[in-house]
């Protein structure tokens, strides 16, 4: 039995040299395979033993992420389109230290936040999750394009 394993082994070392060599040794259906395990087939087990399942799996994960990215970047808007569209922002949003009158709280700066919440914050105002009027009246007259630019134009700030 030992220099059957031998052997095996040095059969897998030749077949496929670049691949790392497990202690356990490739199986063939004729080799005696164990009833054990009634699920698995032998061109499962070398696959497990090898690695090469595993392998497939996260490359196509990176792969599949490595070709969305430019979709991402393609959904931002125009800079240049959303400086012009922020003029009535910077009526609370531009002065410092200013609070609001009602409800009295400190007006947060918007220059420089991140992008993805500016959409769901002017998204969210105008579909009425965010509960705040004159925030509502501005974001219920903003298309998505506009959004999205605007939200460019100030993630692209410096705070």
Wanted: hydrophobic content about 35%.
């Amino acid at each position: 039995m030992h220099a059957r394993r031998k052997e095996l082994r040095a059969a897998a070392r030749r077949r496929r040299p670049e691949r790392r060599v497990s202690c356990m040794p490739a199986v063939a259906a004729g080799d005696g395979w164990p009833l054990y395990s009634p699920g698995l087939t032998p061109e499962k087990f070398n696959q497990r033993r090898t690695g090469t399942k595993m392998t497939r799996a996260p490359l196509l994960a990176a792969v599949l992420l490595i070709t969305s990215l430019p979709s991402f970047a393609a959904d931002k808007g125009d800079a240049a389109a959303g400086k012009t569209k922020v003029y009535t922002c910077a009526g609370c949003h531009g002065i410092p230290g200013w609070k609001n009158p009602y409800p009295n709280y400190h007006v947060p700066k918007i220059g420089g936040q991140n992008y993805d919440y500016l959409v769901a914050a002017l998204n969210g105002y105008k579909k009425g999750e965010r509960a705040h009027p004159t925030m509502r009246a501005q974001g219920e007259s903003l298309s998505e394009q506009d959004i999205r630019d605007i939200a460019t134009y100030l993630s692209s700030l410096t705070p």
